[in-house]
């Protein structure tokens, strides 16, 4: 544990942008393979959208950097948050903990308020314009997003009191669930039942893509499923007739052109349409496998 603890520390930049890089390589040969839906699109211009707002992410992210590892460090000097005023916790259990409030509050929660709150979900909006999910659809954030997400990370190091090592384990980890559970891929059924019940696995989170709620506002998790499970959020649904998208944005020209992406946050707020009926279902599970 020491090991991981000291490699994470001085995580070198190549490293950290060999997973990011090295995951979506990964992701997309395997969908290519065994996809989950055969799209008839043009995967490398939507690839291209999707990878322009992964620049604007790393960008954001890049700029403001200097802020997380100063309230890192902040936290660690100060004894602030909850792993600071813990420290005769074993290092792994302060590994898994410091995981665990990071994704709750940093992943989790940030993505609920986005979901309740009209002016951030039109930030948040332009992730689900995509109505091709596959693994670069983990990194199509707007700028607007990237910014509201960074701010409730430094407010989960705050809390969880969470040395660097931890963020940046964090990070790396969160990089590579989302672009796993975003793919266009389907678990085996026994496979999805075990592994989703520790981490959000495509079966998962693909039901949080479907174009109409109360599909949408399910199944919130990036990394640890237990956050959907205990606050009554984890959902299931029939992989086959999911329909990607959001149902105030299916048209081409509004989900697949760069300009408007850009520009959806301070366009005029529309009021989703009823849920879907017919055999689009969906079972909600408030606290399945708990």
């Known amino acids: 544990m020491e ?16 997973i990011l890089v090295g995951g979506i390589a990964i992701f997309w040969l395997i969908e290519n393979a065994f996809p989950l839906f055969r799209f008839s699109y043009n995967k490398y211009r939507h690839a291209g959208i999707n990878i322009f707002f992964t620049l604007t992410t790393i960008i ?6 200097f802020l997380l590892v100063k309230t890192s460090d902040l936290v660690v000097e100060k004894h602030i948050g909850l792993l600071q005023w813990l420290p005769w916790l074993p290092l792994w259990a302060r590994f898994v903990t410091g995981l665990l409030l990071l994704d709750l509050i940093g992943a989790w929660l940030i993505h609920w308020i986005q979901h309740k709150v009209k002016w951030m979900w039109k ?5 689900h314009t995509d109505t091709c999910v596959d693994t670069t659809t983990a990194n199509r954030h707007h700028p607007g997003e990237s910014l509201l997400r960074f701010v409730f990370t430094i407010l989960a190091v705050v809390i969880s009191g969470a040395p660097m090592w931890i963020v940046f384990a964090y990070q ?7 672009q796993f559970n975003h793919a266009n891929i389907r678990l085996p059924e026994a496979v999805d ?32 499923s237990v ?39 301070f366009q005029k707020y529309r009021t989703p349409s009823s849920p879907a009926g017919g055999n689009q279902t969906v079972r909600q599970s408030d606290n399945e496998g708990m």
């Open 3 to 18: 090991k991981l603890a000291a490699y994470f520390e001085g995580i070198p930049s190549s490293h950290r942008s060999a």
């Open 60 to 65: 954001v992210n890049f700029l403001l950097a």
């Open 123 to 127: 930030f948040h909006l332009v992730h």
């Open 172 to 178: 790396s980890l969160s990089v590579a669930l989302s």
């Open 193 to 224: 039942r075990i592994l989703s019940l520790a981490i959000v696995t495509p079966n998962m989170h693909h039901v949080h893509h479907h174009y109409r709620q109360p599909y949408t506002d399910t199944n919130y998790g990036n990394i640890f």
């Open 227 to 265: 956050w959907d499970r205990l606050f009554g959020t984890f959902a299931k649904a029939d992989q086959d007739t999911l329909v990607y998208g959001v149902d105030t944005h299916m048209k081409r020209e509004e989900n697949s052109r760069l300009w408007n992406l850009l520009h959806i946050p």
